[in-house]
């Protein structure tokens, strides 16, 4: 043995040792000094599946969008369009021809090539007669796909799509190979720079860097990646102090927040999301029918209050369907300020003096919950009386709500970026019609001039406000929980994501 | 005794029949249908007729129930909806987490109420009598998903000594994954333990009352002979009653206990499946719990059998 040497050691030979050790603990200390190169970050739903050409939920594409799977295009931290597994584009003078110059180099992570063939083979299957993605519309324009060579993918329009470059960048929009599509929602394969490893149900899904990355310009720093779900809010913010996990980037109780101030090691960061929280009528049944009922009922909402009573004042508020991500928004929470005179005789007007009654289907999630009670007695103040139904989400509402129709006011928060054209669509829950709104989005799609685009959002914004067809409240915030040596996570969610490719731990 | 256990088995496969067909026709009546909450608030109306044709929902109803018993007769439960495996898998997996975790909380009860119910009845109307009482009113009365949070506050986020949830995986070492389940288990189980102690207490006292107690303290044993050799042994029935029907109520209280907790356990399974209407996975879960209830009524019957030999003598 290498100690028994050392029992008879002399002083001076002990000393040596304990030198010898404090330069071992020196040396280990310097070890684990070097930046950790794993993560695990926490969120509160987990996904069920994991290939988002096929599943609605936000939570697939917080996994795997930029991470595992990636498109055409992508969306950068700041909402922009960016160049991704097409390197470049042009775009027909009348706006029906987009000919992408493809990356070449790129794998799969099981070694399939992707070419021109695969990016036709995945737009094909989004679009095609079978197919159950859940953004399908965003591809009915397409009229067909050509590819012309390997590095050349030509989409030819039935129409001008001037959103198309965006939706392409979307988590539904994401390239797969023909060989492994169909085990995607299990073992999902992709291009990204991380791999899929495991995925222990309820529990976690784990991912790791991927050597084989094609893009050489961007440096990974980690080498794995875990996605812890927990669901209970208490169960969050103890696994964050305990360091069980690294990050919660969505945080779901705004009410806990402040517990963490107390706490040395975490960061909270509060950022901006898509979630629109509005509370949306039928505008096809009376009194709704009437826009006076709908602008009264908007003067009757301090919106401040609602904030502050549903999220602890952590949130936005907005007076469209738009949120201040988004290219050219607008201010408009102004419309029809906070007046409660002004909404009786409005309200008066429209021959409602005597007051009003109707129900709202609430979803049971507390934002929808506590926003619910708050306009309740908001709107009391001005003789309108407002039941509160809880409706199971999503099975219930999905069912009764945004199949049937069958409501008169609802609040739920939409998760879409960019979903103003839900106020076009026919049939949609909202049942709102107005010609000169569905117009304007019609020529947001026949220009690809992203000013131009701004402009026209903007006018889209003014008549949904004028209007409106839903109570616009506010947009949640994200509320980021992490540990403060932990870089790289997005602030702001312009599209539902946990992007990693930049995350990294500093000393 | 055979005659005995042939009715049983055959009232057992009766019922469970019964219930599959009662939560076949619950969950499929239930609002909302899992292809449309699969394909969220955007979904075209020819999108979620692919989806629901793919996942067999345009089939008639009794068509799918035929096909899910027919399945389920061979060992084949179907494939969840949500999560594209077997649920077979998925019930095994997380059954893995939660017949431990139960378990543990059994033996836990066990272990704190009969020491604790027999002392109280030893010296009964005593200060020691007065903090079981308060200790088992306590345990009653608090929820089991609250405890477990308190459990939480201190042994986790305060002193560091647990982990705050969670469940590494049998994998990693069977010290690792009984730590894991230990918070877990005394939240579930002091409730129980409450009950337990209560249901001793009383059992013992009314046995330490009847003739044959009295003969053998005449005969000169003492109060713990007489209590441990005589009173106890027989007044282990309503306890074994109280701890079968209690294992029904863990399997349940393991939902909320699961949640707090974050274990990937069958209460969990069952809690995503309802919200997500994966009715396959529903369906099974279920069944799979009504037999398990059914199965321990069987079960403690025999062990009244074995327990009580006058039971013995009149199966025979």
Do not use: C
Not at chain 1, 87 to 115: C, I, M, N
Not at chain 1, 158 to 185: E, H, R
Not at chain 1, 257 to 283: H, I, P, Q
Request: aromatic share 10%; proline share 5%.
């Amino acid at each position: 043995m290498v100690f028994s040497s050392f029992v008879s050691v002399t002083r001076r030979a002990a000393l040596g040792l304990t030198v010898a050790g404090v330069a071992v603990l020196a040396a280990q200390g310097h070890a684990f000094a070097a930046p950790k190169t794993s993560v695990t970050l926490g969120m509160a739903v987990e996904p069920g599946g994991l290939d988002p050409t096929i599943g609605a939920q936000v939570m697939i594409g917080q996994v795997t969008w930029q991470n595992v799977f990636e498109g055409l295009t992508t969306i950068d931290k700041d909402g922009k369009v960016v160049p991704l597994l097409a390197e470049s584009w042009v775009v027909s003078p009348d706006g029906l021809t987009y000919t992408f110059k493809l990356r070449q180099g790129v794998k799969f992570h099981d070694g399939e090539a992707f070419d021109s063939s695969t990016a036709k083979f995945t737009l094909d299957r989004a679009r095609g007669a079978d197919s159950v993605n859940p953004q399908k519309r965003y591809f009915s324009t397409i009229d067909t796909v050509e590819t012309p060579d390997a590095a050349t993918l030509v989409l030819k329009l039935k129409q001008p799509t001037g959103s198309l470059l965006y939706w392409l960048g979307w988590p539904a929009s994401v390239m797969v190979a023909p060989k492994t599509a169909d085990n995607n929602k299990v073992t999902p394969v992709g291009t990204g720079p991380f791999k899929f490893v495991s995925w222990a149900k309820g529990s976690q899904v784990e991912l790791a860097k991927n050597a084989d990355y094609w893009n050489k310009a961007v440096s990974v720093t980690l080498d794995k990646a875990s996605f812890r779900f927990i669901g209970d809010a208490q169960a969050q913010a103890a696994a964050l102090k305990a360091g069980d996990v690294d990050a919660f980037p969505e945080f779901g109780a705004p009410e806990l927040m402040d517990s963490f101030k107390g706490d040395a090691r975490l960061v909270t960061v509060v950022g901006n999301t898509e979630l629109k929280v509005v509370a949306g009528m039928n505008n096809a049944t009376k009194p709704f029918n009437d826009k006076r009922v709908r602008q009264a009922l908007m003067m009757a909402v301090d919106r401040a209050t609602v904030i502050e009573g549903a999220w602890s004042g952590l949130g936005t508020a907005i007076g469209s369907h738009y949120t201040p991500n988004d290219p050219g928004y607008i201010d408009l929470t102004g419309t029809w300020p906070y007046d409660v005179e002004k909404a009786k005789a409005l309200l008066a007007d429209a021959g409602y003096g005597n007051g009003l009654t109707f129900t709202i289907k609430a979803p049971q999630m507390a934002y929808a919950q506590r926003s619910a009670q708050i306009l309740q007695a908001m709107f009391a103040e001005i003789g309108v009386t407002m039941n509160i139904e809880t409706t199971e989400f999503p099975a219930k509402w999905v069912s009764d709500v945004l199949k049937a129709a069958n409501y008169e006011m609802t609040i739920v928060a939409h998760a879409e970026p960019m979903d103003l054209d839900i106020y076009a669509r026919d049939p949609y829950y909202f049942n709102y019609k107005n010609p000169a709104f569905n117009e304007v989005l019609q020529k947001v799609q026949e220009t690809a001039d992203p000013a131009e685009q701004s402009k026209l959002y903007g006018e889209a914004q003014k008549i949904l406000a004028d209007d409106v067809p839903s109570l616009f409240l506010f947009v949640m915030p994200k509320l980021g929980v992490w540990d403060g040596k932990l870089k790289g996570l997005w602030e702001n969610e312009p599209i539902p994501s946990n992007v990693l490719t930049d995350v990294h731990w500093v000393e | 005794m055979i005659t005995i256990l042939t009715r049983r088995i055959l009232s057992l496969i009766i019922t469970l029949l019964a219930v599959s067909l009662l939560v076949f026709s619950v969950m499929n009546l239930l609002p909302g249908d899992p292809a449309s909450i699969m394909l969220g608030t955007s979904a075209s109306p020819d999108t979620l007729a692919a989806l629901q044709k793919q996942m067999g929902l345009d089939q008639p109803l009794p068509l799918r129930y035929l096909a899910w018993l027919a399945g389920v007769l061979q060992g084949d439960l179907g494939n969840s909806y949500t999560y594209s495996v077997p649920v077979a898998g998925l019930i095994a997996e997380r059954l893995a987490v939660t017949l431990p975790l139960a378990l543990m909380a059994v033996v836990l009860s066990v272990a704190i109420a009969v020491p604790l119910g027999v002392t109280a009845a030893r010296y009964r109307n005593g200060p020691v009598d007065f903090f079981v009482g308060l200790f088992s009113y306590a345990g009653i009365a608090m929820p089991g998903f609250w405890v477990g949070l308190l459990l939480i506050l201190l042994f986790s986020s305060s002193l560091g000594w647990m982990p705050a949830g969670g469940f590494p995986g049998w994998d990693a070492g069977l010290g690792v994954g009984l730590k894991a389940l230990l918070l877990p288990a005394v939240s579930l189980a002091l409730a129980q333990a409450g009950v337990l102690t209560r249901v001793a207490r009383t059992s013992v006292i009314e046995v330490m009352n009847e003739d044959f107690v009295r003969t053998a303290r005449a005969k000169g044993l003492g109060e713990s002979a007489a209590l441990w050799r005589h009173a106890v042994p027989n007044a282990l029935i309503p306890v074994v009653t109280m701890l079968g029907l209690q294992f029904t109520f863990l399997v349940a209280g393991a939902v909320l206990v699961e949640n707090v907790f974050n274990l990937p356990g069958l209460g969990r399974l069952a809690y995503q499946a309802l919200s997500q209407r994966d009715i396959i996975v529903m369906q099974n879960v279920v069944l799979f719990f009504a037999a398990l209830v059914i199965i321990m009524n069987f079960l403690v019957d025999l062990a009244y059998l074995v327990i009580d030999p006058r039971l013995r003598a009149k199966a025979q």
